[in-house]
């Protein structure tokens, strides 16, 4: 979908891990006319790539924990970190002061869904179809704008 929308990216760098050089795979970035490329394992490209993997991840358990949300949400917050960390500038060079997101699409990002509201914060939204006598304000946790979790 990635390469139907935005396009097919250059090559594919994966790590040495087995399921990431498959036959499967190897056919796929073939299908969509892009190389595979993999890293060799210790080396000073795995170990970064590993160190931002890792940066990721602590900063996804940081906002569960931050908020006690439950486990079951960890995808979701996931998906909310991978947001920011694209719609954040980097001082790399070959962003040239500019998001990811920008360097990738040629757009600015609408970061009003992650300004307005934290990750599992609580709110109250307007449910539109209840009928009377249910309350049409519900209590809830923002997970992002797109999806509201309702609290029984």
């Known amino acids: 979908m990635f390469a139907k929308e935005v396009g097919v ?15 499967e795979v190897r056919q796929f970035c ?3 006319g892009t190389t595979l490329r993999v890293l060799e394992g210790s080396t000073q490209w795995a170990n970064r790539a590993e160190l ?18 439950p486990l079951i949400f960890w995808d979701y917050c996931a998906e909310r970190r991978a947001l920011i960390t694209n719609m954040t500038a980097k001082n790399i060079f070959q962003l040239q002061g500019q998001t990811p997101h920008f ?9 009003s869904n992650i300004c307005n509201f934290g990750w599992y914060e609580w709110v109250y939204f307007r449910e539109t179809t209840a009928k009377f006598p249910y309350p049409a304000h519900v209590l809830g946790a923002a997970l992002d704008q797109l999806r509201m979790r309702v609290m029984k």
């Open 9 to 23: 990216p250059e090559a594919v760098i994966a790590d040495s891990h087995r399921c990431n050089k498959s036959k």
């Open 30 to 32: 073939h299908k969509i």
């Open 52 to 69: 931002y993997v890792g940066l990721f991840k602590e900063a996804v358990r940081k906002d569960m924990l931050d908020t006690d949300s």
């Open 103 to 111: 360097a990738t699409f040629g757009e600015e990002g609408d970061i």
